[in-house]
């Protein structure tokens, strides 16, 4: 059985692009929009978004990579550094991930992506990352008025 709907397959098609378009602009921020697409607007589980996202960014940076070795541009040596601690942080978080409850993941990520989007607008020069970077400021000023209220309400 599908995860997704007819009508959701539409959103999942234009959401996917979208995080490939920033993710092949900017060589980075696609999960910063990966995670609330699929949350909000396919309106999966964040254990399930967060899956698909890993997946999406993964395959992204798979067919990415290619152009970019085309190119020259790819740097082996700090690559081959630097990628299997950032694989191994990707499965600690993961697994940590798990241990938080939906809520305060998603509030924790929404201040992590306002921090990370004005670092960037601050220090870039490029005009698509400092748009790039208000887009990410807007979408996490959305998911911390959606999740602040639920982080702080004691359940019944």
């Known amino acids: 059985m599908s995860i997704l709907g007819h009508e959701q397959t539409g959103l999942a098609l234009l959401s996917g692009a979208l995080v490939g378009l920033s993710l092949g602009l ?13 949350v909000y607007v396919l309106k999966l589980g964040l254990h399930e978004a967060t899956t698909i996202s890993l997946l ?6 798979a067919l990415s990579l290619v152009g970019y070795f085309r190119t020259g ?10 990628s299997p601690t ?3 942080g990707a ?3 993961a697994l ?5 409850r939906s809520e305060i993941f ?6 992590l992506m306002m921090v990370m989007a004005i670092v960037g607008r601050w220090l870039s020069t490029e005009i698509t990352a400092k748009m790039f970077a208000a887009l990410t400021i807007g979408v ?12 702080f309400t004691v359940p019944a």
């Open 140 to 151: 996490a000023v959305i998911l911390m008025f959606d999740n602040a209220p639920k982080v």
């Open 73 to 82: 541009d790819v740097k082996v040596r700090p690559a081959l550094v630097f």
């Open 106 to 111: 998603l509030l924790s990520f929404s201040l």
């Open 96 to 100: 940590g991930q798990q241990l938080v």
């Open 26 to 38: 900017t060589g980075a921020g696609g999960s910063l929009l990966a995670i609330p697409l699929l």
């Open 91 to 93: 499965w600690l978080g």
């Open 86 to 88: 950032g694989a191994v």
């Open 56 to 61: 999406l960014l993964g395959l992204s940076a």
